[in-house]
Every structure is written in structure tokens, then in C-alpha cells.
Nanobody, 122 residues
Framework: VQLQASGGGLVQPGDSLRLSCVAS????????MTWFRQAPGKEREFVAVSRRGNEIYADFAKGRFTISRDKSKNTVYLQMNSLKPEDTALYYC??????????????????WGQGTQVTVSS
């Protein structure tokens, strides 16, 4: 499975962005799709997961971010609203078949996109 992430950019606090991740080379519907992010000097952290019709969010993402899937396009999206400077990071999409308890762990995923940079700054 190959993953291609896009949609990052430089925005101001309070703005919105929608990240996209297109999957190819596999059965898109068979995989758990997740977004992670990594800021400079920090560990990669969980953002949101789409798992069998259910979505789970990190606390910082609840109420601001929305993960969704379009099966017809083999694409997973991350809609990010009310962006804050602390959301600045490289955002990665990932695909895999983690057990439920590992859904938030990078080690649960086999396939990774290349990352798309989100910078929130005034």
C-alpha cells in the first residue's frame, strides 16, 4: 500500500486546513486509517483514527478536527478547524490493522505517507 498525503500549508491561528491521504495498491476498506503528527524535537503523536466506521480523536483534536473516509476515492481526510500555533507539525497518514488497544500507537501501523507540513503562525 502506498500513501500520498497532501494539503498542508502555512496558515494563521484560527484558520482551517483539510489534509488528504490517497491510498493505492491495496484494499482501502480493509485498513484502519490514522493521522499522526510530529513536531520538531517531539515524538510522533496520535491525532485521529477511522476504524470500521468509528472515529477516535486525541484530546487536543476533539471538537476541532474531523477524520473522514471516501471509499470511492480511496482517500482519508483530516479537516482541521480553529488551528493553533501548537498544531504546527509534520502530519502523517498511516494504514494498518492494529488491534483496538494499539490504534493510537505508531507501532500498530505498517504503511506510512511521506508527511505534509502544517505551520500555524501569525
Amino acid at each position: 500500500v502506498q500513501l500520498q498525503a497532501s494539503g498542508g500549508g502555512l496558515v494563521q491561528p484560527g484558520d482551517s486546513l483539510r489534509l488528504s491521504c490517497v491510498a493505492s495498491g491495496g484494499d482501502f476498506s480493509a485498513y484502519v486509517m490514522t493521522w499522526f503528527r510530529q513536531a520538531p524535537g517531539k515524538e510522533r503523536e496520535f491525532v485521529a483514527v477511522s476504524r470500521r466506521g468509528n472515529e477516535i480523536y486525541a484530546d487536543f483534536a476533539k471538537g476541532r478536527f474531523t477524520i473522514s473516509r471516501d471509499k470511492s476515492k480511496n482517500t482519508v481526510y483530516l479537516q482541521m478547524n480553529s488551528l493553533k500555533p501548537e498544531d504546527t507539525a509534520l502530519y502523517y497518514c498511516a494504514a494498518g490493522r492494529p488491534i483496538l488497544s494499539s490504534s493510537r500507537s505508531p507501532s500498530g501501523y505498517t504503511y506510512w505517507g511521506q508527511g505534509t507540513q502544517v505551520t500555524v503562525s501569525s
